[in-house]
């Protein structure tokens, strides 16, 4: 990433063997970390890569040796003492204040969430009010052609036959 600027903030930087033994991790992991976003690295005046120190802790906690540099491996020490580290006790209140915070902010989500599940129930009843209000009536079952025609030739049929009966009645009244 780019170069930390150094006014007025004292840091320890390590170049990324350092710091992997530093913190008894594998280079590999090292690398995994920074590649993943996990951990970020700083340049030097030269252009080399490396960690601050509490950039490792942050990440990795406290480290598991002190660091070594060995010859051709570069580190930046600032002259002055070193951060004043906090207490136990106001760390852990510090974390304790964090997690009851992030439990605040995980009952407001869950009650935004029970929220908008209430509110897409009842769109979704409305949505299916209204599509039954718009279904069509329903219309009664249309006599088929068929059955009309059946039912006229039967007519016929008895007007013919009650015709051939009364064929003489029907003559007589017609003569007369």
């Not at 976003?37 to 906690?61: K, M, Q």
């Amino acid at each position: 990433m780019g170069q930390h600027a150094r006014g007025g903030c004292d840091m320890t930087i390590l170049n990324l063997s350092a710091a992997a033994r530093a913190c008894g991790i594998d280079r590999k992991t090292l690398y995994r970390s920074i590649k993943k976003g996990r951990i970020s690295t700083t340049t030097n005046a030269t252009g080399e890569r490396g960690i601050d120190v509490a950039e490792l802790l942050r990440v990795f906690g406290p480290l598991k040796e002190t660091p070594q540099v060995s010859r051709g491996e570069f580190v930046d020490v600032p002259h002055s003492a070193p951060p004043p580290t906090v207490p136990d006790t106001a760390l852990i209140e510090m974390l304790r204040e964090q997690v009851r915070q992030a439990q605040e902010r995980e009952a407001r989500l869950l009650t935004m969430l029970e929220t908008a599940q209430q509110v897409l129930q009842a769109e979704q009843q409305a949505r299916r009010d209204l599509e039954t209000k718009l279904l069509p009536a329903p219309r009664p079952a249309p006599v088929g052609k068929v059955r009309v025609w059946i039912l006229l030739a039967a007519l016929a049929a008895a007007l013919a036959f009650a015709g051939w009966h009364f064929r003489t009645v029907i003559v007589s009244v017609l003569a007369s």
